[in-house]
């Protein structure tokens, strides 16, 4: 019974472990240099990605230099692809944003760029933040 015991708690922790949200940091920015975030990426259910970005310290995208309008999130992922993942606006004095969405490929990188709008297909403005070293 014991043997039972040990097996079934080994693999509810492996479960658990296995479970667990991956979380990634933005690199500092010389773009806006104040700018922090993180990205939690997490398994759901329907085997899509589930992908939390916060970001704190984001300076609105008027006051860069040259002025932007948004900003754009972005992906990677191991088919070397980029996508769009959203637009994410900096909001109240610690200008503070987040962005929810979900992917069906696992992100390798994620990065934020400074863009004259948000109907970009493929990035085009200075990389604000990124997680690629």
Known sequence: MKQINYVA???FLS??????TPKMAFL??????????????????????????DVMNLAE???LTPPRE????WMESNENSVKKLGQ???RSKVLKGELKT???DKPTDIFITAEDNADVNYPNG???????K
């Open 102 to 104: 979900t992917s069906v």
């Open 61 to 63: 995208p008027q006051k």
């Open 88 to 90: 994410l606006m900096p």
């Open 15 to 20: 479960v658990a472990l296995s479970s667990c």
């Open 28 to 53: 500092n920015s010389t773009v806006a240099p104040a700018a922090t975030g993180t990205i939690k990426v997490k398994k759901d259910n329907n085997k899509n990605y589930a992908l939390t970005v």
């Open 70 to 73: 948004t900003y754009v999130v």
């Open 126 to 132: 200075d990389i604000v933040l990124t997680t690629k």
């Open 9 to 11: 708690i080994g693999l």
